[in-house]
């Protein structure tokens, strides 16, 4: 198993930055695939960006390229996304995923955080 906690959710006026972090445990965290999914108030949840076990290649979904940047920590377990130039339309519920294959499709995934909330205020 993998527990996935995410942390570093908030509210930010447009055109901020805030940096959201997911910690992972279990014994094989450190060799999944990794990423970012969200969900927006009444809209499916959506893929945002995911990263391979060695943090090598990413892949973004075009509403956070150039503005996002996903990264990941080896030593800890953990995975980051930075994201600035924050937009009104990118508030929503971030949950981190984790899985021996990654995807921009949710149903690929084994493991989920609990989410963590990101408010653009205009």
């Known amino acids: 198993q993998v527990q996935l906690v995410e942390s570093g959710g908030g509210l930010v006026q447009a055109g901020g930055s805030l940096r959201l972090s997911c910690a992972a445990s279990?014994?094989?965290?450190?060799?999944?695939?990794m990423g970012w999914f969200r969900r927006a108030p009444g809209k499916e949840r959506e893929f945002v960006a995911l990263?391979?076990?060695?943090?090598?290649?990413?892949y973004y979904a075009d509403s956070a390229k150039g503005r996002f940047t996903i990264s990941r920590d080896l030593a800890k377990i953990a995975m980051y996304l930075q994201m600035s130039r924050l937009k009104p339309e990118d508030t929503a519920i971030y949950y981190c995923?984790?899985?021996?294959?990654?995807?921009?499709?949710?149903?690929?995934?084994?493991?989920w955080g609990q989410g963590t909330q990101v408010t653009v205020s205009s």
């Open positions: 990263i391979s076990p060695s943090g090598y290649n990413t």
């Open positions: 279990g014994r094989t965290g450190s060799s999944l695939v």
């Open positions: 995923a984790a899985g021996p294959y990654g995807s921009s499709q949710d149903g690929t995934w084994d493991y």
